[in-house]
């Protein structure tokens, strides 16, 4: 499909669009004209992916001489292949004439191909530490004068040996493409990726590498203007900023730091002894400034990747910790000072300068001393030709600390908590820099890119991301679906069928009553839904409170009488593996329930389609815990700084959740299902209000306060029947055929039965060339989605 938008010519993979497609793409090409940022919300399953990518490719098709890099921020590696498989399919679409290039660029963990590196440990920093052992500059220099003795990567050699012949052809490469192409060529695929990504015209990554300078520095730093950056799935883009800059600080990392410090004084006695011209050069360098760094290989510019802005990275480095064993008796007297203030009885709370001045007076380092540390301590791991960096975290860490809390003076706080206070008998001393304001994380690529794209299905109320992020959107809107039939139906149960009020309130959760409601509602819709059944808790911990509890009052037996149960923990090959055997269950007709977390994995990045989540249930509103010292203190800040109401983040922070979770079981326009938000305080205005256009237009006003006879009255009429069960899932199969036959309710029958996914008249919901053609200048904007 080829249509004009404006002066532009927009390439569409599909024969029709759905309305809502095209009016994301004006709203993106309004944004893109004007040179500024945005925000789009566009409902879950609209294709809002696709949407993106083909207006962004098309607009950079027509202007030839200029044409912007795409740079496509994820969250999760699925996530990119699933944005690359789009593209792939886009590609095909494109003219001829205009040779693509897109790649997925991840950590070497996800594309080291290398045995001798990989075969050791999977982790992340275990795989790196391995690969740097293999590439770094000084193990090839000594592998060269005796290659018997000294182990190198032969795929980063051969690589190396190509020079300038060593590209991707045009195309679109996933990861596992990477990994192909680089064994087919011999040709280490991350290091390739990392060459190609400046001459790409698409690069698929994660958000760490735009938001995290200490990755930023060396991955993106040469990214022209004029890219245009897409954070898809961006709801919770802020949190992940506060992320990016902040760091805990325990016992046990202390303890690893004074460990790593002497190790690092044994590696400089060694140097002392045979090679002390080297410590003299990096002296003379250090005098001159880290902007001038000299010579690095790539494989070595993992240590070139400074958390600080450019102004800083111009200045030279404190005189007092140039020498190696100067900087060295730094950060032994930061890191006793850091042990000396976990000794505390009491939570103590500091702002960065207050927390600057008090080391300071206590052990004479000052402000420009710490801010320097986390590139000093890399300079000194280069000079000491030191690769096994997963070795030092625990000094890396303190570093990263010292430079964050020496470079800037608001935003952050210091707390030092002596225990979790909900677990008071457990000492757990952790002295956190908390970083209370997002923009400080993303300011640099506001203002760095002429056109950011923030973008997701679930951002209401959008008004807040503004003030959140502090910028300002040129093009800020929130698109409904449009569709020719009510496949979504969602429900807000307030009482059980006993009357008594539901709601994960605190002083309501763990009424027996509550419970007991909550467990006889799942009951009632295991014993009537079909398929699967996806529940989400606001906890890890309030979840395996109310399955003890249910497991003691019998009701945990029942459910597993009519479905298998699956349970989200926080060890991921646990998760996956639940997943997979849920999955398997639904397959086979046998049905399943998976109890999850709001703000866990599945939540964020699991789709339930399909017959995998025909109900969802919300067992309460999942706000974060309001006693946490760490949050209160983010609210103050919001309040003090962007005069945001500490009601207001929370209900907007616990709604976005809320509405994420529920959305896992709508995922197209063919997929139906119902969705039950169990707490009474849904059925207030001022909470439901802040839920998706998407979901608030098909929520009816008969539906915001029911029990759970209501609720399952209004299922049965809707989507729910008895379902044929067999004791051996494994063998057991029923054809959508014969549960169709047996349904007594309109909505499952005429659900199943082939409907017009186009429409017609006010409600036609796909598009095609012709349409788009004969609609006028403005006329769209009319169009009631």
Not at 339 to 351: A, H, I, M
Not at 549 to 574: A, C, P, R, Y
């Amino acid at each position: 499909m080829k249509f004009k938008l404006e002066d532009i010519t927009v390439y569409f993979p599909y024969d029709h669009i759905y309305p809502e497609q095209y009016a994301y793409m004006v709203e993106l090409k309004r944004a893109l004209d004007a040179k500024g940022h945005c925000l789009l919300e566009m409902p879950t399953g609209t294709g809002k992916t696709i949407a993106l990518l083909s207006l962004i490719l098309s607009y950079s098709l027509n202007r030839p001489h200029s044409p912007p890099k795409l740079l496509y921020c994820t969250r999760t590696v699925h996530e990119m292949e699933k944005t690359l498989a789009e593209l792939r399919l886009l590609l095909r679409h494109l003219p001829r004439h205009s040779p693509l290039l897109a790649l997925g660029l991840s950590s070497r963990k996800n594309l080291c191909v290398n045995p001798a590196a990989t075969a050791a440990s999977n982790s992340r920093d275990s795989v790196d530490a391995a690969c740097r052992r293999l590439t770094a500059s000084w193990v090839r220099a000594a592998a060269a004068e005796n290659p018997a003795a000294v182990q190198t990567c032969e795929f980063y050699e051969n690589l190396d040996r190509a020079g300038a012949e060593a590209a991707l052809p045009p195309g679109v490469y996933t990861l596992q493409d990477l990994r192909a192409f680089g064994r087919e060529k011999g040709w280490c695929p991350y290091f390739l990726a990392r060459r190609m990504v400046e001459v790409a015209n698409v690069v698929v990554y994660n958000y760490q590498y735009l938001l995290d300078p200490k990755v930023a520095g060396v991955i993106s730093k040469e990214m022209q203007r004029e890219s245009v950056v897409v954070f898809d799935e961006a709801h919770n883009i802020d949190n992940v900023c506060i992320e990016a800059l902040s760091v805990s600080v325990r016992q046990q990392t202390l303890d690893g730091a004074l460990r790593n410090i002497n190790r690092i004084e044994r590696e400089i006695d060694r140097l002392k002894a045979t090679d002390a011209g080297r410590l003299r050069a990096e002296y003379n360098r250090l005098v001159e400034g880290l902007a001038q760094r000299g010579d690095l290989s790539a494989s070595d510019t993992w240590l070139a990747n400074p958390a600080l802005p450019d102004d800083i990275l111009r200045e030279a480095v404190p005189g007092n910790i140039r020498r190696a064993e100067h900087f060295l008796s730094v950060l032994r007297r930061l890191v006793q000072y850091l042990k000396g203030r976990l000794q505390t009885e009491n939570v103590e709370k500091e702002g960065p300068v207050a927390f600057v001045a008090s080391i300071s007076s206590n052990t004479g380092i000052d402000q420009k001393m710490l801010k320097f540390c986390y590139d000093r301590l890399h300079s000194l791991m280069l000079t000491l030709e030191i690769t096994d960096t997963d070795d030092l975290l625990h000094i890396q860490t303190i570093c990263d600390f010292a430079t964050l809390v020496g470079t800037y003076t608001r935003g952050f706080s210091i707390i030092i908590e002596p225990y979790d206070e909900r677990m008071p008998h457990i000492p757990d001393p952790v002295l956190q820099l908390s970083c209370n304001d997002a923009s400080l994380a993303i300011k640099p690529v506001f203002d760095r890119f002429q056109s950011v794209v923030i973008t997701s299905g679930t951002l209401s109320p959008i008004d807040l991301y503004p003030r959140l992020l502090n910028f300002k959107p040129v093009i800020s809107r929130s698109f409904t679906m449009s569709l020719t039939r009510d496949c979504i139906c969602p429900m807000v149960l307030t009482r059980g069928s006993d009357q008594l009020p539901v709601s994960t309130k605190f002083d309501m959760r763990s009424d027996p009553g509550v419970v007991r409601n909550y467990g006889r509602l799942l009951l009632e819709m295991v014993a009537a839904v079909p398929d699967g059944i996806v529940c989400f808790f606001v906890s890890y911990s309030y979840m395996d409170g109310i399955i003890n509890s249910w497991n003691e009052m019998g009701i945990l037996k029942e459910i597993m009488q009519h479905k298998l149960v699956f349970i989200e923990t926080q060890d991921v090959v646990e998760t996956t593996l639940a997943l997979d055997n849920y999955r398997r269950a639904c397959d086979c007709g046998r049905g399943a329930v998976f109890f999850s977390v709001a703000r866990g994995k599945v939540a964020e990045g699991i789709d339930f389609d399909r017959h995998y989540g025909r109900l969802v249930i919300m067992f309460g509103v999942p706000f974060q815990y309001t006693l946490s010292r760490i949050l209160l203190a983010r609210m103050e800040y919001l309040r003090e700084t962007f005069q945001i109401k500490e009601g207001d983040f929370l209900t907007f922070d616990a709604l976005r959740q809320a509405a994420q979770c529920v959305g896992r079981v709508i995922r197209s326009k063919s997929d139906y299902g119902m969705m039950i938000f169990a707490d009474k305080r849904y059925s207030r205005h001022d909470k439901r209000s802040k839920l998706p256009g998407w979901i608030l237009s098909h929520l009816r006003d008969a539906h915001l306060n029911l029990s759970t006879d209501m609720a399952l009255h209004i299922a049965r009429e809707t989507l729910l029947i008895p379902f044929p069960r067999s004791e051996d899932f494994e063998i057991d199969y029923v054809p959508v055929s014969a549960i169709v036959s047996k349904c007594k309710c309109l909505f499952l029958r005429r659900m199943a039965q082939p409907y017009d996914k186009a429409g017609n008249g006010s409600k036609k919901t796909l598009l095609s060339q012709e349409d788009l053609e004969k609609m006028g200048e403005g006329s769209f904007d009319e169009m009631q989605l």
